[in-house]
């Protein structure tokens, strides 16, 4: 069966620090791939989708970015976080044509 | 424009009673709809999902309808417990439209159960 690891569950960080979170999926071959913010009491907000290895789709600019160095790894940086980079994130899979994403546990992430 | 509305928005019952969260969309056309349960912190975990051809679902006491002449779809708690307590996101996949990933979310329905 398909699992999703998402880590951390929960970071603290300075404002101006940089960001790394990592997602991997196993069971699976050739997934999509996102990350997703949510913010409290609104729905969830796709950053980015990927296809395959190095392809990377944003869908609103933002002070993020996000890489996929392997079929199955997903991660999500930043170089320097602002206040507004706060909230949580969450990684997904889907199989391709659109599936509906199976979703990782989340991170809480909260920049002071 | 792709959309996705929840009612009600939140929503107090009794344990032990049932209760109907509603889902209506426009997406078009449609693929198939989720309905998915999200514990407070934690990343939303799939309850159902239909396809245009299936009306009703089962999932334990959970219970999901899809009407897709009318665009709704709902989803029935039957002797809802206290873990029942969270936020359910109704999400619709179309072949076009939606968001990037072809999805549009609802923004849920907070449940609390009470003692």
């Known amino acids: 069966s398909q699992t999703i690891h998402q880590w951390p569950a929960t970071l603290v960080q300075p404002v101006g620090s940089p960001l790394s979170l990592e997602c991997t999926v196993e069971?699976?071959?050739?997934?999509?791939l996102y990350w997703y913010r949510q913010a409290a009491g609104r729905g969830l907000q796709l950053l980015f989708y990927s296809v395959g290895i190095g392809q990377i789709s944003s869908e609103v600019p933002q002070n993020l970015s996000a890489s996929r160095p392997q079929d199955r790894q997903f991660i999500l940086s930043s170089k320097k976080l602002l206040l507004s980079d706060s909230g949580f994130y969450l990684c997904?899979?889907?199989?391709?044509?659109?599936?509906?994403?199976?979703f990782g546990q989340g991170t809480r992430l909260t920049v002071v | 424009k792709n959309q996705v509305e929840q009612s009600p928005q939140s929503l107090i019952i009794l344990e032990g009673k049932n209760c109907t969260l509603q889902c209506n969309y426009t997406v078009s056309p449609f693929s198939n709809l989720r309905w998915y349960k999200q514990d407070t912190g934690r990343g939303p975990v799939s309850l159902t999902i239909m396809t245009f051809s299936e009306n009703t679902k089962s999932n334990g006491r959970y219970t999901a309808t899809l009407d897709a002449d009318t665009k709704q779809s709902s989803l029935h708690i039957t002797a809802s417990q206290l873990s029942d307590s969270a936020s359910y996101i109704c999400v619709v996949s179309g072949y076009s439209g939606g968001g990037a990933d072809g999805l549009t979310f609802g923004k849920g329905t907070h449940l609390i159960i009470q003692p």
């Open positions: 069971g699976t071959s050739n997934p999509n």
């Open positions: 997904a899979w889907s199989l391709r044509d659109r599936g509906l994403p199976f």
